[in-house]
């Protein structure tokens, strides 16, 4: 009995109503025409796998080579192939058949076209099938350990079409993924600009309430400067003063300042006598002359001040106001970072704005974000954001110390050295430590931590988690010298049997020595019946 050829075929459909509108054309009632440009002879007995694109089972059964159609280069559009007759099926096969023939049925009743497969000729070539035997058993021997070439060349074309697909695939999604970038990238620079331009709006409006404020200040001390100016220049000017005169000064004893100046009212009498002095051209010099004979006299004793009403003497302030103060954004990939002006923590995390900056000096801005390194940047304040990437990681460290220092430290009873030391590896964030601290002079000391539970804090750019423990220090010791030794006790012993001549000579036992008994306090007098008891000094 011949050993029937395994053929199995994946046709490119991804359904059956896929293969139907396929390749119902190739598909009859007794068998089915299989395109191949190698097929194989004629009486070849097959044992056929007809299978989906996804490897589930299409037709499977028993099947014959009854023609071929070998390829013909002049007829380009014919294809070459073997028609296979089905000899035995499956009942699951055979109810897909049915579909396949009831579809194709449905198909033809609205198409002239004639069915490709020719069964007819299939019969004719029966006699052909027996002289061919001999070779047929031959091709079969040849090809029972494998797959028939058909299927290897099938497969080979189905892989060549799925490598396309998956070329023309993955150029879309390239393409696809190129445009998501431009529009990522689109979109980034896009919110940098409205950050930007945000930025500087609120630094222009920061320094425009500035300005104001500055501006504002300014002008209150003008107002300030010229109102004193008209206080000293429309002050009483009755008083004349004669030419080279100085201004006075207020004397600066606090006794003689809160005194009321006496020459206060000669003052507004001096208006009377000036007019009067000025009308009388004969004895107005005299009189002038006692006048300020007199003021001189009280300045002298009640510290007057009589204001200088030389407008020279009093200068405005010409020097220029002190620039504006700005702003500048701060700002960190990633963000949180808290920010450092000129070594002192502004109470605020990126992105921020700092203001209050000069604008004519360089200000140090530094970046602490945990576990980072601390960057430092040294600039002018400036209109753009100030912006940096975090990317390096900081160096974290283990420390060991203890007040006070030199104590000898160890690590589940591994010695570390003496503290402050460092751990030359990072602690297990699962396990707990035991850390023991010894030193002359001190108790011991123990804590436990958890690698998880560490505490990170900045040393220089870099981190460190400290490890810390106070010792105690001993109690004093006894001076053995000064302080006396305690009696040993000893057991007493089984006295011996002695004679009476040993009796006398042992000592007396000692007994312990009592407290001597208080004496009893003097009862107070008791009345007794039938009088009382007289006093001793009443005899």
């Known amino acids: 009995m011949r050993t029937p050829v395994t053929v199995k075929i994946k046709f490119k459909s991804a359904t059956v109503d896929q293969f139907i509108e396929r390749y119902s054309v190739d598909v009859s009632k007794g068998g089915i025409f299989v395109r191949t440009p190698k097929p194989l002879s004629v009486g070849t007995s097959l044992k056929f796998e007809f299978q989906l694109q996804d490897g589930s089972p299409l037709l499977e059964g028993l099947g014959t080579v009854v023609w071929v159609r070998e390829s013909d280069p002049g007829k380009p559009s014919v294809s070459p192939g073997m028609g296979v007759r089905f000899d035995e099926l499956p009942d699951a096969s055979k109810k897909v058949l049915s579909r396949v023939l009831e579809q194709k049925e449905q198909a033809e009743e609205f198409s002239d076209q004639p069915t490709r497969v020719n069964f007819e000729q299939a019969q004719r070539q029966e006699e052909a099938r027996k002289q061919a035997e001999v070779a047929a058993e031959a091709e079969i021997a040849a090809r029972k350990t494998g797959e028939v070439e058909a299927e290897e060349e099938l497969a080979k074309a189905e892989a060549e079409a799925e490598a396309r697909a998956q070329a023309e695939a993955e150029a879309k999604a390239e393409a696809e993924l190129a445009q998501a970038k431009a529009d990522a990238e689109a979109k980034a620079k896009a919110e940098a600009e409205a950050r930007e331009a945000k930025a500087k709006a609120e630094a222009e409006r920061l320094a425009a309430e500035e300005r104001a404020r500055r501006d504002a200040e300014a002008k209150s001390a003008e107002d300030s400067r010229e109102e004193n100016l008209e206080r000293i220049l429309f002050a009483d000017k009755s008083v004349s003063e004669p030419a080279g005169a100085k201004p006075l000064t207020r004397h600066s004893e606090p006794d003689l300042a809160a005194e009321p100046p006496p020459p206060a009212e000669s003052k507004s009498s001096a208006a009377v006598w000036i007019v009067i002095l000025l009308m009388l051209a004969g004895g107005g010099f005299v009189y002038w002359k006692f006048f300020m004979n007199k003021a001189g006299k ?226 107070a007098a008791t009345k007794k019946p039938g009088g009382v008891k007289k006093p001793s000094w009443a005899n």
């Open 298 to 523: 009280g300045t002298q004793g009640g510290g007057a001040l009589i204001p200088d009403t030389g407008a020279a003497q009093i200068k405005p302030d010409t020097a220029p106001p002190p620039k504006p103060k700005v702003a500048m954004k701060v700002e960190s990939t990633p963000e949180g970072a808290k920010i450092l002006v000129d070594g002192k923590d502004s109470g605020k995390k990126t992105p921020a704005v700092i203001t209050g900056l000069d604008p004519e000096r360089s200000v140090e801005i530094a970046f602490d974000l945990p576990g980072k390194k601390l960057v430092k940047i040294i600039t002018k304040p400036k209109k753009e954001p100030l912006t940096t990437t975090l990317d390096a990681e900081a160096k974290r460290t283990v420390r060991v110390s203890s007040v006070p220092e030199g104590a000898t430290a160890y690590l589940n009873g591994k010695k570390l050295g003496n503290t402050p030391v460092d751990l030359k590896k990072p602690l297990n964030p699962k396990r707990t430590y035991k850390v023991k601290f010894q030193l002359d002079g001190y108790n011991k000391a123990e804590t436990k931590v958890k690698g998880s539970e560490l505490t990170w804090q900045r040393d220089g750019i870099d981190e460190v988690a400290v490890i810390s423990a106070t010792l105690e220090k001993k109690g004093e010791k006894v001076d053995n010298k000064a302080a006396p030794k305690p009696r040993r006790r000893r057991r007493p012993r089984k006295p011996k049997a002695k004679s009476s001549d040993d009796k006398d000579d042992d000592p007396p036992p000692t007994k312990k020595a009592t407290p001597p008994a208080k004496k009893a306090a003097p009862k």
